[in-house]
Each structure stands twice: as structure tokens, then as C-alpha cells.
């Protein structure tokens, strides 16, 4: 199935949308940071520059994630099948969407003003940002040369005479036998929100398992949270004030830890279409 027209249009307007509503978030973190700054007396200094310039770098690295993360839901759920110019097409949009001119990120070094003593250290970190973007860029374009190749494996394995037979199963957990060469991709009767959210919820599991900066107990308590909601979203009638409860307590939790952000964009956009809004 190629890309459809339709869906990339839709998946454009999200992620302009959900880009548009981290900008007021990314203006209230300059704000902290120079506050920061300022109460520490170093408001104009290399410190600060330097400080603005992480929380710039990070707001880049943010975007792009979120970006891809909204774009590759959009077409999974709707279909895509591999194509020779498929990995460039997802590129070029993601491109798209996070421009160079990265105006209102670079707009906000005016707050901090431009002395003539640290016009250089304001030049190099110009530099950097820019260099961010380019690293952020190249990091998910390489997701999606990973996504594009499994595509194509997927197609060779259907060409080389592997009978492949879908099953629609209605109940929780099923077994099923295939006869020889026989492939069997076992679909259960869950909606592609659904799917996407137990999708984000393994690989939140996957990080925490090997997050140091959490203590046994509470990686214990997250992943069993994890679980419990992974099952509880499966069912054929979830019960959504649990599921809520669930989703509430994970995210208060991971949001603390820094080198989960990411992961936190991730539930947060992904719980969008269930009415569940994390801070």
C-alpha cells in the first residue's frame, strides 16, 4: 500500500499541532532557566549562554521524537507497504517540520540579551543548535531506514513463498497451528489506538528495566503498573477509570527522571485520543 495523500496530510497537521503546543512549554523553561541564572547572579555570563543553549539543543531533540513518533503511528495504523523512495518521502517530511530557521527556538536567545564580551560564546552556540538539529535529524532518519528496511524484509519473506494467513482472534490470548511453511499473524480485536499505546507501553518497560537512576522497588512497581495497564487496555471492555489511574501514576513518575523525557512526549501524545492529558 503506498503512502496515502490523506493520511500524510493529517499526520502534518498533528505534529504541527503538537509542536505548536510545546512552544509555550519550551518558553516557560527559558523563563526558569533564567531565573535561575539571574538569582545566581551569572545572568550574563558563559554559564547562562551555555545553560539556554541545553535547554534549546534538547527542545530540537524533543521535536524531531515527536515528530516521527506521530508520523509513524499515523501510517502504521493506516497501512504502508515498501517502496524504493518510501524512506526518503518520511524524511522529507519529518525535515519539513522541524525547519532550519528554527525561529521561535532561536528567538528566545534575545531574552538574555548580547553583550560584546560574549558575542563569540553567542556565535558557537548559534553553531551548535544547528549542529543539534542536524545530529537529531540524522538519528531519526536512521529509525526510519530501520523501519523502511523491515518493510522490505517482510515483503521478501511474502515473495519467497511463505503462505502467510491473517486470523482475526476475538478472544484475549489464543493458540493457533499452521500447517508446513505456514505463517500465522495472529490479530486481535483491538483498535489501532489501542495497539500504538501497547506498543509505547513495552518500550517504556524496556528503558525502566535498565533506568539506574530509579531504585529496585520502583522500577519493580512501574513495570508492574505497565503490565497490569498493557492488559487492562486489551480487554474487550476496558475499564477506563483504571486505565486512566494507571497511565496518571506512570507518567507522575517518569517525568521526574531527565533521561526519560522522551519516553513521557511519547505518552503523552500517544494518550491524546484516549482524553487522558499528562502535565
Not at 200 to 223: C, D, G, H, M
Not at 227 to 241: A, L, V, Y
Request: glycine fraction near 2%; charged fraction near 25%.
Amino acid at each position: 500500500m503506498e503512502l496515502d495523500s490523506q493520511t500524510l496530510g493529517l499526520a502534518r497537521q498533528r505534529i504541527k499541532l503538537e509542536i505548536s503546543n510545546r512552544r509555550d512549554a519550551f518558553q516557560k523553561e527559558i523563563s526558569r532557566t533564567l531565573e535561575s541564572m539571574n538569582a545566581r547572579g551569572i545572568l550574563h555570563s558563559s554559564i547562562a549562554i551555555n545553560a539556554l543553549a541545553k535547554v534549546r539543543a534538547d527542545e530540537i531533540k524533543e521535536r524531531v521524537t515527536l515528530a516521527w513518533t506521530i508520523l509513524h503511528r499515523f501510517i502504521t495504523n493506516t497501512g504502508v507497504s515498501y517502496s524504493e523512495n518510501l524512506a526518503n518521502k518520511l524524511k522529507e517530511i519529518i525535515k519539513e517540520c522541524i525547519p532550519e530557521d528554527l525561529e521561535d527556538i532561536k528567538e528566545s536567545r534575545q531574552r538574555l540579551g548580547l553583550t560584546p564580551t560574549l558575542s563569540e560564546i553567542h556565535r558557537k552556540s548559534e553553531v551548535q543548535l544547528h549542529s543539534q538539529r542536524l545530529n537529531s535529524l540524522s538519528i531519526i532518519c536512521n529509525e526510519i531506514d530501520l523501519f523502511v528496511q523491515s518493510l522490505k524484509a517482510k515483503e521478501q519473506d511474502t515473495m519467497s513463498g511463505i503462505k502467510q494467513v491473517n486470523i482475526t482472534n476475538y478472544s484475549p490470548v489464543g493458540a493457533i497451528q499452521t500447517g508446513e511453511n505456514s505463517l500465522a499473524n495472529v490479530i486481535q480485536n483491538i483498535n489501532p489506538e489501542n495497539r500504538e499505546i501497547v506498543k509505547v507501553l513495552e518500550e517504556i518497560k524496556n528503558k525502566i528495566i535498565t533506568q539506574s537512576l530509579l531504585t529496585q522497588t520502583q522500577r519493580e512497581e512501574i513495570i508492574e503498573i505497565l503490565s497490569d495497564s498493557q492488559k487492562e487496555i486489551q480487554k474487550q471492555k476496558p475499564n477506563t477509570s483504571k486505565f486512566k489511574s494507571y497511565m496518571t501514576t506512570t507518567g507522575e513518575t517518569i517525568r521526574t527522571v531527565a533521561s526519560l523525557k522522551h519516553l513521557y512526549d511519547m505518552l503523552k501524545t500517544t494518550l491524546i485520543p484516549f482524553e487522558i492529558n499528562l502535565p
